[in-house]
Each structure stands twice: as structure tokens, then as C-alpha cells.
């Protein structure tokens, strides 16, 4: 199962790569609502890697917060991938895209239609 469905829990690696993603796209987003949609799962994230107590995360997001991340988490994954790119890229990348359920054949069938044509 996957994060965007609230399905997964998350380990403290998963939560940490996540918020490395979303903090590098954030800066490179200029569409305000998609700004604020990331800096919202941010804000999530940080609290749940800064609550020692929580062994089981769960991170749940609305469909509007979740393609915003799917395709933040894409484009990093893309960053990371790009020629001459390092095997540590690659895997980071790999588990990025297990984490958000992109792998082919994951995900849902609107999101991957949005993700094909920008929406």
C-alpha cells in the first residue's frame, strides 16, 4: 500500500527522504496553491519526525494535497535520476517513488491522467 491512500505507515528513513523531497521542490514551486499544499504536508511531516513517542505514522492527505506531493515527489525523483546521476540518487529515488505508490501499475487511474496532462 501506499502513503497517499493513508494505507502505510511511514519508518523515520521514509519520513526524513520525504521531507528532503518536499523541502528542495517547495523552493522551486511558483503556482501559490501547490506552495501551500506542499507547505502543509511539510508542516505534517516535521511534526511527525520531531514526536519521538510515535513508532506507527500514518500520514494522511486530501486528494488535492496528495497529487501535489505525488508530482513534487516526481519531480525530485527526476532531479535525482537525471545522466551522470550517483547510484545513491537512484535508489533514493526508487524508494521516493515506492513511498507515493508511482511505480507503473500504482497509483490511481485520475491521478496518473492528471499527472500526464499537468492537472
Known amino acids: 500500500m501506499d502513503i497517499v491512500s493513508g494505507q ?3 519508518t523515520r528513513p521514509d519520513l526524513e527522504l520525504l521531507h528532503e523531497a518536499l523541502s528542495y521542490m517547495r523552493k522551486r514551486v511558483f503556482d501559490q496553491a501547490e506552495s501551500v499544499r506542499i507547505k502543509g504536508v511539510l508542516d505534517r511531516i516535521e511534526e ?3 514526536d519521538p513517542t510515535t513508532e ?5 492527505l486530501s486528494p488535492p494535497e496528495q497529487e501535489a ?3 513534487q515527489v516526481e519531480s525530485f525523483c ?3 535520476t537525471r545522466r551522470g546521476a550517483s547510484q ?3 535508489e533514493q529515488a526508487a ?3 515506492a513511498l507515493i505508490g508511482s511505480n507503473a501499475g500504482s497509483g490511481s487511474f485520475w491521478s496518473r491522467i ?3 496532462f499537468g492537472r
Open 8 to 10: 502505510r505507515s511511514l
Open 48 to 50: 511527525m519526525l520531531l
Open 56 to 60: 506507527r505514522r500514518l500520514l494522511r
Open 69 to 71: 506531493m505525488e508530482r
Open 78 to 80: 527526476v532531479e535525482l
Open 88 to 90: 545513491q540518487g537512484r
Open 95 to 97: 524508494r521516493l517513488r
Open 114 to 116: 492528471r499527472r500526464i
